[in-house]
T-cell receptor
Framework: GAVVSQHPSRVICKSGTSVKIECRSL??????MFWYRQFPKQSLMLMAT?????????EQGVEKDKFLINHASLTLSTLTVTSAHPEDSSFYIC???????????????????FGPGTRLTVT | KQEVTQIPAALSVPEGENLVLNCSFT??????LQWFRQDPGKGLTSLLL?????REQTSGRLNASLDKSSGRSTLYIAASQPGDSATYLC????????????FGKGTKLTVNP
């Protein structure tokens, strides 16, 4: 259980174009999904928190008009990189929190399940 | 701002050796902590989750512990195997209602046959 998929796994696009990445929770519902970016030999950096039915919350320094996030259902969030530039080339990983899971003290579970990532190359 | 440090950055050991990876947080207020494995070019595989009331978790040859008073966690790998070679990341959710996972940069482990 608790499987998260991402599509595509790899994408190459030209500078100035837009690319959409999908993140799906396959066997659970996720009110909250997270988008991370990872540059080579660096750790994961949170870009934004995506909440179903509401606007995403972006981390400081992340351009909301460039990285459009839509979380239209409890199983799907999308990240669209608009007007892509070579410096946007990175590994993008999403994660999801299971709305039905409970934490060990009866509260919400903070455990996140991660997708396999999407390698974006902008030429 | 919560920061996570992982030591060592890289580790190379012979097969069969027991080893310890370290993780420390600048803010010791940690709600839960996860250890992940990442293979080159791949996503994250969750290894162990230590929830708020717990101090350690075990799965097979892996044991993770969390000392909340000091904000330190260790991942112990027993009888290492070449297949254990990967980058190991620790990440924590700090208290205060935030769901954000803050990651360390990882320890790159190489187990030599």
């Amino acid at each position: 259980g608790a499987v998260v998929s991402q599509h595509p796994s790899r994408v190459i696009c030209k500078s100035g174009t837009s690319v959409k990445i999908e993140c799906r929770s396959l066997d659970f519902q996720a009110t909250t999904m997270f988008w991370y970016r990872q540059f080579p030999k660096q750790s994961l950096m949170l870009m934004a928190t995506s909440n179903e039915g509401s606007k995403a919350t972006y981390e400081q320094g992340v351009e909301k008009d460039k990285f459009l996030i839509n979380h239209a259902s409890l199983t799907l969030s999308t990240l669209t990189v608009t007007s892509a530039h070579p410096e946007d080339s990175s590994f993008y990983i999403c994660s999801a929190r299971d709305v039905g899971a409970a934490g060990d003290l009866g509260g919400i579970s903070y455990e996140q399940y991660f997708g396999p990532g999407t390698r974006l190359t902008v030429t | 701002k919560q920061e996570v440090t992982q030591i060592p950055a890289a580790l190379s050991v012979p097969e069969g050796e027991n080893l310890v990876l370290n993780c420390s947080f600048t803010d010791s207020a940690i709600y839960n902590l996860q250890w992940f494995r990442q293979d080159p070019g791949k996503g994250l595989t969750s290894l162990l989750l230590i929830q708020s009331s717990q101090r350690e978790q075990t799965s097979g040859r892996l044991n993770a512990s969390l000392d909340k008073s000091s904000g330190r966690s260790t991942l112990y790998i027993a009888a290492s195997q070449p297949g254990d070679s990967a980058t190991y990341l620790c990440a924590g959710v700090t208290q205060g209602g935030s769901e954000k996972l803050v990651f360390g940069k990882g320890t790159k482990l190489t187990v030599n046959p």
